[in-house]
């Protein structure tokens, strides 16, 4: 993979999602990464990665020649602005609308909004509200 640094502490070590259409997935998920500034690093190995997120085809050494299921994943934001332009950047890039931004009644400050990415995963970046974190994560140097 080439890194030298991960930052863990979080629940989720890793997702794979393996997709139909790569280059379909890559431009989506470089979209609304970078509204999340996030970066997208490629591999010459039929996947590219994104903190704790891998997107592969189903040719792909790690994927076992089949496309997973459909899933929910979401991203955590700064900012109601960042869930307002997440929506936007990936109705933009070929998502279907899933939950327009607002307020969920999951618990007070709860602004979430969703989409579907080109294989139908239910993708959403929320954002809890005013919060105080004791670390934004734990950093692992190699």
């Known amino acids: 993979m080439g890194t030298t640094q ?38 010459p190995d039929g996947y590219f990665w994104a903190d ?20 929910h994943l979401a991203f955590q934001v700064k900012d109601r602005a960042t869930v307002d332009a997440f929506h936007r950047t990936a109705l933009a890039h070929g998502a279907r609308d899933n939950g ?20 139908g995963n239910n993708i959403e970046a929320v954002h809890h509200g005013e919060a105080r974190r004791s670390a934004p994560s734990v950093v692992i140097d190699f």
């Open 6 to 43: 991960l930052h863990r502490g979080r629940l989720i070590d890793h997702i794979q999602l393996v997709v139909r259409d790569l280059e379909a997935s890559r431009e989506f998920y470089t979209a609304i990464l970078k509204v999340l500034e996030i970066p997208v690093i490629d591999t």
């Open 52 to 71: 704790e997120l891998v997107v592969s085809s189903p040719e792909s050494a790690a994927s076992q020649g089949a496309p997973t299921g459909r899933h």
């Open 100 to 119: 327009a931004p607002g307020e969920r009644a999951y618990h007070p400050g709860y602004y979430a909004a969703f989409v579907l990415d080109p294989d």
